[in-house]
């Protein structure tokens, strides 16, 4: 198992069975980790707002926890006006957003950011997978924050060589979600 495949089971061990995605390259080992498991579903946008804000809509709606998956820093930002709307809100939701391998991030792509900062404004919680040993640990985090109630927005960011590299860190069991707290009447 990689840990892409992981990330992926981690989110269904923990209730989260649909993302919402608009992925780019760096993000593909994470795609075909959401092809291969039929209890994920993979719902493809064209534009990251599009993303952000199904994702938004339907978290309200099952109140659970949704998934994003966005490309980068670039991606990220294209979607940050909905996460400032589910922020507000208090949407539960982990947004996924890949970034170049550990060991390319010293050459500046030009599609390379500083997500972190990006993130930050919009998500109550930021962290990094920066290799396929701490996928679970690090989305289980982000989980926990998007249901944490204090605003609902993690930003889990997953560098390429975390996803596609092998572990052996054992697959997460089934976590029964609290229930997310009732609106103030």
Not at 92 to 117: C, E, F, K, R, W
């Amino acid at each position: 198992m990689n840990g892409a495949d992981l990330l992926c089971e981690t989110l269904l061990a923990n209730g989260i069975d649909t993302c919402f995605a608009n992925p780019g390259t760096s993000e593909m080992h994470f795609v075909a980790a959401l092809d291969r498991q039929p209890r994920m579903r993979c719902i493809l946008g064209l534009f990251e707002g599009v993303v952000t804000g199904a994702a938004d809509g339907y978290a309200r709606m099952a109140d659970k926890p949704a998934a994003t998956l966005l490309h980068l820093g670039p991606g990220l930002a294209n979607g940050l006006a909905n996460l400032h709307n589910a922020r507000r809100a208090h949407t539960p939701m982990v947004n996924i957003v890949g970034d170049h391998a550990t060991g390319h991030l010293q050459y500046d792509a030009p599609l390379t950011s500083d997500i972190d900062s990006l993130a930050r404004p919009m998500s109550n919680w930021v962290g990094r997978a920066d290799s396929a040993d701490s996928v679970a640990d690090r989305t289980r985090e982000a989980i926990e924050a998007a249901r944490s109630g204090a605003g609902g927005i993690a930003t889990l960011i997953l560098h390429a060589d975390a996803a596609w590299t092998q572990t052996a860190s054992a697959v997460p069991p089934h976590n029964v979600a609290p229930a997310l707290p009732a609106p103030d009447t």
